[in-house]
């Protein structure tokens, strides 16, 4: 084997080719991207959005410990998440050169089996296919409806002026990233208001019922500017002179409320590069289905879209490519091992099985739960809000861990070592330092 192609340059296609040359692989590595390094995560998603969070927290953090309302500049807030954002590119491009990794800023595509670059076809010898995913829309287009690529990129410098002086804000779709979104905008912007739509009954609808209450009380205390309404549906957008005009229907009918911002969050869409096939099907080691030589990694795979589960795959692929026996697998089917995390204040995190999940399989379980209000560091902190809940079976068997604390995604990882010997780090984290030595 003397080449390996990766197309996409995100999480999972970065992790493949430094895990590769870490396991020893001399041939040549190149990867295609066509936008910038460090994919969706680096660029338009985790990181800008965790540099923001961090002026929530500190907000929170001034009022809870010194009774002090901080007014944070907007340019302040502006220049640190660009800076955050290029020095991580900038760390990225400095590992991959390191390497000897080749990257080639081009759109890449397969094509009966051959890789395609401005219209020229080129076999390969490995290929990995780590194309991410893109934001869904509703169909609605205009300058002020933003999904993450806009709010986050060539949008960020405007809305975080205009969110600053006081306007509204509808967010669509309450799943972890539009939640996460409303708390840190609504912590930060307290003389805005925010409204967040979600669709099915409850908001984070795949989470413990324990998490989501706590959330939603939380939200009910803290964040005032922030009314989130559950069972309702866009039926309309349209725009007058300046703002958008949303009709929605909730349980109570359907109502009509202009805002000058939309942040769409609706879910996300695979990029699949493969010119006529419809649906890519892997086996348990990644590969594609009737294929020897072609592997998946990241949000390519469906299933959870997070950037640990990315690199926690990019490790596997990289293995596989180079024929070490997998040591551990991981397949889109066994999801649960993977923590969710959403940076809300307070954060929750959570994986395996929720408490409904496990009745409704007829499985014998005990719940064993802790509050944070009786723990002397949260006191200490003066972060009492939250609870660990751990769901066992019978045999003493961990099936689910749910939390709601501050600086969860840092802890969630603890329990996971208790029955399993996969820890998976959550992204971006501090713990993430132990990934590349244990
Ligand atoms: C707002 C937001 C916040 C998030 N926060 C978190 C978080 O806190 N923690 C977490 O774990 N996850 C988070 N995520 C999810 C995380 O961003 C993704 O799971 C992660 O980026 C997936 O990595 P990837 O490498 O699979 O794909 P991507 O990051 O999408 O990278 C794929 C790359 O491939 C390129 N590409 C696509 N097609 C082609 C082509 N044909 N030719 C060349 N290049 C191509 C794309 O331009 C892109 O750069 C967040 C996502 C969003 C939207």
């Not at 936008?35 to 990181?47: A, K, P, Q, S």
């Not at 940076?343 to 007829?362: H, N, R």
Request: charged letters at 25%; proline letters at 3%.
């Amino acid at each position: 084997m003397k080449d390996v192609f990766i197309i996409g340059g995100g999480p999972a296609g970065t992790k493949v080719a430094q895990e590769l040359r870490i396991l020893g692989f001399e041939g040549n590595i190149t990867i295609f991207e066509d936008r910038f390094l460090g994919g969706e995560c680096t660029n338009v998603g985790c990181i800008p959005s965790k540099t923001l969070y961090n002026f929530a927290k500190l907000r929170i953090l001034c009022k809870k410990q010194a009774n002090v309302n901080i007014e944070i500049n907007p340019s302040t807030i502006i220049n640190t998440v660009k800076k955050v954002v290029n020095t991580i590119r900038k760390g990225i491009e400095y590992n991959l050169k390191r390497y000897d990794i080749k990257v080639e800023n081009k759109i890449a595509k397969v094509r009966n089996n051959r890789i395609v670059i401005d219209e020229k076809e080129y076999g390969f010898d490995v290929l990995v296919l780590s194309t991410g995913s893109s934001p869904l829309t509703l169909g609605y287009k205009d300058e002020k409806i933003l999904t993450n690529r806009e709010l986050w990129g060539n949008y960020f410098d405007d809305f975080i002026n205009e969110v600053s002086k006081g306007i509204k804000v509808l967010i669509v779709g309450g799943g972890y990233i539009g939640l996460e979104t409303a708390s840190m905008l609504s912590t930060i912007f307290t003389n805005s208001n925010f409204t967040l739509i979600e669709k099915e009954k409850d908001i984070i609808f795949t989470a413990d019922t324990d998490v989501i209450n706590e959330i939603k009380k939380n939200f009910q205390k803290n964040n005032q500017n922030l009314t989130i309404l559950t069972n309702t549906t866009i039926k309309n957008i349209t725009k007058n002179s300046d703002n958008l005009i949303v009709e929605y229907e909730t349980p109570e009918g359907i109502k009509k409320e202009e805002f000058n911002f939309i942040i769409m969050s609706i879910g996300r869409k695979i990029n699949n590069p493969i010119e006529n096939l419809k649906t890519l099907e892997f086996d348990e080691y990644l590969r594609l289905k009737n294929s020897e030589n072609i592997w998946l990694a990241g949000d390519i795979t469906g299933g959870k879209m997070l950037a640990h589960k990315a690199e926690f795959q990019a490790k596997l692929v990289a293995h596989n490519i180079i024929q070490k026996k997998p040591t551990k697998r991981f397949t889109k089917t066994n999801d649960l091992q993977i923590p969710s995390i959403m940076f809300s204040i307070p954060e929750a995190g959570w994986y395996g099985l929720t408490e409904k999940e496990v009745k409704e399989m007829g499985i014998e379980y005990i719940v064993k739960k802790s509050f944070l209000s009786a723990n002397a560091r949260a006191i200490a902190d003066n972060s009492r809000e939250g609870f660990v809940k751990i769901i066992y079976n019978n045999r003493g068997e961990i099936l689910g861990t749910h939390v709601v604390a501050s600086n969860v995604s840092e802890l969630i990882n603890i329990p996971m070592v208790y029955n399993s010997e996969t820890i998976v780090y959550p992204h971006p984290t501090l713990s993430e330092i132990f990934n590349e030595l244990l």
